[in-house]
């Protein structure tokens, strides 16, 4: 099945952008960064920065943009069976490296599980006025780390506000 990334999020005030791989198959049913049920995402964001959990989509948005927070994907387009990181063919990236240059602000990027960081080196070189942090996949895939683990690890975001 074909794939195509969703445009960023990125508010002005962007510090930290979180970079996944590529939405999988119920995002890009839904138009929306994880929205599969059991991603522990959305709610691990609620949860660090103390927000009751809505499900409404531009609710979820404004979390993260009234924390100076992006998203956006390593991959602009591929080819993949099913949601699996592992199932990706034809991968080409999104023009991260160009965000970057234009948006001073950012000094962290944040890789939510190891396939974006892996997507990111592949197709990118890292900035130095920049710090990356590889934090476990908050995908239902990831099912080995509790959630508790993932919020501990995710919680480097408020420190990097």
């Known amino acids: 099945m074909e794939s195509i990334s969703f445009d960023p999020v990125l508010p002005d005030n962007c510090k930290i952008l ?51 927070i ?4 390593t991959l602009q387009y591929c080819y993949r069976e099913g949601s699996l990181d592992s199932n990706i063919k034809n991968a080409e990236p999104n023009k991260i490296t160009d965000l970057l240059l ?26 130095k006025r920049i710090e990356y942090h590889s934090l476990p996949s908050t995908s239902p895939a990831n099912a080995r780390i509790k959630f508790n683990d993932k919020l501990h690890a995710w919680s480097v975001l408020k420190l990097l506000l």
């Open 70 to 73: 992006g998203l956006w994907d």
């Open 102 to 127: 234009q948006k001073e602000l950012i000094r962290n990027v944040i890789f939510n599980g190891k396939g974006a960081e892996k997507y990111y080196d592949k197709f990118h070189q890292r900035i």
């Open 18 to 68: 979180i970079l996944g791989t590529m939405p999988g198959i119920k995002s890009l049913e839904a138009q929306e960064y994880y929205a599969h049920e059991r991603n522990s995402f959305w709610p691990i964001i609620f949860n660090i920065f103390d927000e009751e959990i809505n499900l409404n989509y531009k609710v979820k948005l404004n979390v993260l943009i009234k924390n100076g």
